[in-house]
């Protein structure tokens, strides 16, 4: 069976606090916000991502992929994918 490696990639990424909506938005950027993203008040967002909408609850990642897309992703996936990357 071919087998195939996850090519290194750095995304940026912004850990969902459920008030940190500026943060998330700027991540997006203020021309793409709308477009990504809806508030749905308390501690979730819906994020438009092109598999369709997915939820990003409180502890959640939002990351914006390599092609500007934002989507969210659970933190022990996150963790086990990404490291930090020192500037």
Do not use: Q
């Amino acid at each position: 069976m071919p087998r195939f490696r996850k090519r290194p990639v750095e995304v940026e990424a912004v850990r969902w606090i459920g008030s940190n909506y500026m943060e998330v938005g700027a991540l997006a950027g203020p021309s793409d916000w709308d477009r990504h993203s809806v508030w749905l008040g308390g501690d979730s967002l819906v994020i438009h991502t092109r598999e369709g909408d997915m939820r990003a609850d409180v502890g959640d990642y939002v990351i914006r992929g390599v092609a500007g897309e934002l989507y969210p992703c659970k933190p022990e996936i996150f963790e086990a994918t990404y490291e930090p990357v020192s500037s």
